[in-house]
């Protein structure tokens, strides 16, 4: 049952097949027997069990309030979400326990999902991998699936030992993990730079991340406030289009939604490609792309064309700007952000009471992490007097070429871009930590960081397992505001390819029907 997509378990809720306080027990006995992965940060047993008994009653009298009803779900811990604690992987919000949901929590809940627990991150999302939290780092599933073991021919290693485990990506890591792991079938992350779509690709899931404006930001706790979109995990296409109808549309609490009212979503199927115009942007092809994630991406491309596409090359000119005018701008708002966490209101607070400019100091130094405060230091910098026009300004105007560039290319025909998601496949920990957050971020960002400063849609759909086993993820790009086409369009390859599920049947009791499942049987993008 775990193993089944959102469709298909909530027509077995509403069949009777399973009742819903059955199916969160599932869940939890799972996420207790995959602790050691380090998803979540808080498990809120006591609500998820009231919730599901609740939506068990609304069944009984034929009241369901729909897809959602007694669904299982997760969010990232920098969502804010009432009487549970909301920390954002940092110490300097341990305890804090918000008066208030977020606009998306909150809507998926008047859906009657219930909620599993808060999910583990990189401090304040700052990162790409999700090893920079304060509860510690969370492990890629996929380190102890028996695809990659039979590759590594190795024995699946217990839950004790700490060696030779890949990451999940970031920041939205613990999202990610949760959905692959399968202890719940939505989860909710963040995305500022590609923080839904990056780990998404290294766990085999897919990642959504809506246009800016489409869904409310209200209570995701701000990196990025110009950047920063609630994103969408989900193990298919399908699933991610059934939440995205239920988050988008305005909020008066959040300015930047949009006013006009959201059509409902329905995801028709998608038969006919042959009038699509796919575009493949020559400067992704980076030099430091694997050859199989290279490879993939000409297959995935040549799909498109063999089914009565056009595919044809395109120019992003300024994408080679985006790695630095990202940084500029993401640490300019984050030290405007962070200075919120003062000591004063909420939050961690030092001991130190010799003046309050003492105070100050040694809280921030308490409460944060390295990569939190070297952002911040940067940030401060650019926005110096000095320093203002040179560099946030100029970034700024960066940013608009970039934008632009879009722009260009999707008012000459094309209908999406094909990209790849990540550099390669998930690393693992002890090789990722070699380098410091910034550089690892501007590595494995290359790709997305673009999306964000253009305000577009965007879909990481997994399509292959490399040599190693491990999931490799494919990105769509699609105009801003048409993420159903988008979507449509990654529905449609989804179906094409083969991707493999997840085999984890050591760590659950079902584990064996999870492999028969939802098997897509048509073309496949293996080597």
Same mark, same amino acid.
């Given at each position: 049952?775990?193993?089944?997509?959102?469709?298909?378990?909530?027509?077995?809720?509403?069949?009777?097949?399973?009742?819903?306080?059955?199916?969160?027990?599932?869940?939890?006995?799972?996420?207790?027997?995959?602790?050691?992965?380090?998803?979540?940060?808080?498990?809120?047993?006591?609500?998820?069990?009231?919730?599901?008994?609740?939506?068990?009653?609304?069944?009984?009298?034929?009241?369901?309030?729909?897809?959602?009803?007694?669904?299982?779900?997760?969010?990232?811990?920098?969502?804010?979400?009432?009487?549970?604690?909301?920390?954002?992987?940092?110490?300097?919000?341990?305890?804090?326990?918000?008066?208030?949901?977020?606009?998306?929590?909150?809507?998926?809940?008047?859906?009657?999902?219930?909620?599993?627990?808060?999910?583990?991150?990189?401090?304040?999302?700052?990162?790409?991998?999700?090893?920079?939290?304060?509860?510690?780092?969370?492990?890629?599933?996929?380190?102890?699936?028996?695809?990659?073991?039979?590759?590594?021919?190795?024995?699946?290693?217990?839950?004790?030992?700490?060696?030779?485990?890949?990451?999940?990506?970031?920041?939205?890591?613990?999202?990610?993990?949760?959905?692959?792991?399968?202890?719940?079938?939505?989860?909710?992350?963040?995305?500022?730079?590609?923080?839904?779509?990056?780990?998404?690709?290294?766990?085999?899931?897919?990642?959504?991340?809506?246009?800016?404006?489409?869904?409310?930001?209200?209570?995701?706790?701000?990196?990025?406030?110009?950047?920063?979109?609630?994103?969408?995990?989900?193990?298919?296409?399908?699933?991610?289009?059934?939440?995205?109808?239920?988050?988008?549309?305005?909020?008066?609490?959040?300015?930047?939604?949009?006013?006009?009212?959201?059509?409902?979503? +329905?995801?028709?199927?998608?038969?006919?490609?042959?009038?699509?115009?796919?575009?493949?942007?020559?400067?992704?092809?980076?030099?430091?792309?694997?050859?199989?994630?290279?490879?993939?991406?000409?297959?995935?491309?040549?799909?498109?064309?063999?089914?009565?596409?056009?595919?044809?090359?395109?120019?992003?000119?300024?994408?080679?700007?985006?790695?630095?005018?990202?940084?500029?701008?993401?640490?300019?708002?984050?030290?405007?952000?962070?200075?919120?966490?003062?000591?004063?209101?909420?939050?961690?607070?030092?001991?130190?009471?010799?003046?309050?400019?003492?105070?100050?100091?040694? +809280?921030?130094?308490?409460?944060?992490?390295?990569?939190?405060?070297? *952002?911040?230091?940067?940030?401060?910098?650019?926005?110096?007097?000095?320093?203002?026009?040179?560099?946030?300004?100029?970034?700024?105007?960066?940013? *608009?070429?970039?934008?632009?560039?879009?722009?260009?290319?999707?008012?000459?025909?094309?209908?999406?871009?094909?990209?790849?998601?990540?550099?390669?496949?998930?690393?693992?920990?002890?090789?990722?930590?070699?380098?410091?957050? *910034?550089?690892?971020?501007?590595?494995?960002?290359?790709?997305?960081?673009?999306?964000?400063?253009?305000?577009?849609?965007?879909?990481?759909?997994?399509?292959?397992?490399?040599?190693?086993?491990?999931?490799?993820?494919?990105?769509?790009?699609?105009?801003?505001?048409?993420?159903?086409?988008?979507?449509?369009?990654?529905?449609?390859?989804?179906?094409?390819?083969?991707?493999?599920?997840?085999?984890?049947?050591?760590?659950?009791?079902?584990?064996?029907?999870?492999?028969?499942?939802?098997?897509?049987?048509?073309?496949?993008?293996?080597?």
């Amino acid at each position: 049952m775990l193993g089944r997509t959102l469709r298909e378990v909530s027509a077995a809720l509403k069949q009777g097949q399973i009742t819903p306080t059955e199916l969160c027990q599932k869940c939890l006995s799972l996420i207790k027997k995959t602790k050691f992965l380090n998803a979540y940060i808080t498990v809120s047993e006591e609500v998820a069990l009231k919730q599901a008994e609740e939506s068990e009653k609304r069944y009984k009298k034929g009241r369901s309030l729909g897809d959602l009803d007694g669904i299982p779900i997760a969010v990232k811990d920098n969502f804010s979400t009432s009487g549970i604690e909301t920390t954002c992987a940092s110490n300097m919000l341990k305890g804090y326990v918000p008066p208030y949901n977020a606009t998306v929590v909150q809507k998926l809940l008047d859906q009657g999902a219930v909620l599993m627990g808060k999910t583990n991150l990189d401090e304040f999302a700052m990162g790409s991998g999700s090893t920079d939290g304060a509860f510690g780092p969370v492990k890629n599933p996929w380190s102890y699936s028996k695809q990659y073991r039979e590759k590594r021919k190795q024995k699946p290693h217990g839950e004790n030992e700490d060696s030779d485990w890949l990451i999940t990506g970031g920041s939205s890591g613990g999202s990610a993990a949760a959905v692959a792991a399968f202890t719940c079938f939505v989860a909710l992350g963040s995305d500022t730079g590609g923080s839904t779509r990056n780990p998404a690709a290294h766990c085999g899931v897919v990642g959504f991340k809506p246009s800016y404006g489409l869904v409310s930001r209200h209570g995701l706790i701000p990196l990025v406030n110009s950047m920063d979109v609630p994103g969408i995990l989900t193990r298919r296409v399908d699933d991610a289009a059934i939440v995205l109808g239920m988050l988008a549309g305005h909020d008066p609490k959040d300015s930047t939604t949009i006013q006009d009212p959201v059509k409902p979503f +329905t995801l028709s199927t998608l038969t006919d490609v042959s009038k699509l115009c796919i575009g493949i942007p020559k400067e992704y092809l980076a030099p430091e792309l694997s050859g199989e994630v290279r490879s993939f991406w000409s297959k995935a491309a040549n799909l498109f064309e063999s089914e009565g596409a056009k595919v044809i090359e395109v120019s992003l000119p300024h994408t080679s700007y985006s790695i630095v005018c990202y940084h500029v701008l993401c640490t300019s708002e984050v030290a405007s952000n962070m200075a919120r966490f003062d000591g004063l209101e909420y939050g961690h607070r030092c001991d130190i009471n010799v003046s309050t400019e003492a105070m100050y100091a040694a +809280t921030r130094r308490e409460g944060f992490n390295d990569v939190v405060r070297g *952002r911040i230091l940067a940030g401060n910098f650019f926005l110096l007097k000095e320093n203002y026009e040179n560099y946030f300004i100029k970034a700024q105007k960066v940013r *608009r070429l970039i934008a632009n560039d879009f722009v260009k290319v999707f008012n000459s025909g094309v209908d999406v871009l094909l990209t790849p998601t990540t550099l390669r496949g998930a690393a693992p920990y002890l090789e990722f930590i070699k380098e410091d957050n *910034r550089t690892r971020s501007a590595q494995d960002d290359i790709f997305t960081q673009a999306v964000n400063m253009a305000g577009l849609p965007a879909v990481s759909v997994p399509v292959a397992l490399s040599n190693q086993g491990l999931p490799i993820g494919l990105q769509f790009i699609g105009r801003a505001f048409c993420d159903q086409q988008l979507l449509k369009i990654a529905k449609w390859f989804e179906k094409q390819v083969q991707f493999p599920v997840i085999q984890l049947q050591e760590l659950m009791d079902d584990g064996s029907s999870i492999s028969e499942i939802n098997k897509l049987a048509s073309v496949s993008l293996k080597h």
